[in-house]
């Protein structure tokens, strides 16, 4: 399976950017979806999450309110709408889907991951 990461590039500080990654090679319509984000020098760390159905989403405390993660299972598809968007905010995204059906926030939830998408705010 592989999972493509886009949408990333760089913003001014309060501009908006939705991520989009698209599952090739089996569907994941059953599956919880996360993003995570990594930061130059920094852990890998959750972001949001959404479990099969979409009836339940989790958020990091750091994007709360800011950021809404969505899914389309007909095109095998997550999103992470991202507004406001602040410097502290720039890092690699990495979109990735677990083997469980839940919404998870530990990376080893996750079985499978994109390359990830760079996502820059400054001004």
């Known amino acids: 399976v592989q999972l493509q990461a886009s949408g990333g590039g760089l913003v001014q500080p309060g501009d908006s950017l939705r991520l989009s990654c698209a599952a090739s090679?089996?569907?994941?319509?059953?599956?919880?979806l996360g993003w995570f984000r990594q930061a130059p020098g920094k852990e890998r760390e959750f972001v949001a999450t959404?479990?099969?159905?979409?009836?339940?989403?989790r958020y990091a405390d750091s994007v709360k309110g800011r950021f809404t993660i969505s899914r389309d299972n007909a095109k095998n598809t997550v999103y992470l709408q991202m507004n406001s968007l602040q410097p502290e905010d720039t890092a690699v995204y990495y979109c990735?889907?677990?083997?469980?059906?839940?919404?998870?926030?530990?990376?080893?939830?996750?079985?499978?991951w994109g390359q990830g998408t760079l996502v820059t705010v400054s001004s």
């Open positions: 990735a889907s677990s083997t469980g059906a839940y919404a998870y926030t530990r990376t080893s939830d996750y079985a499978y």
């Open positions: 090679g089996r569907t994941f319509s059953f599956n919880g």
């Open positions: 959404i479990n099969w159905r979409s009836t339940t989403t």
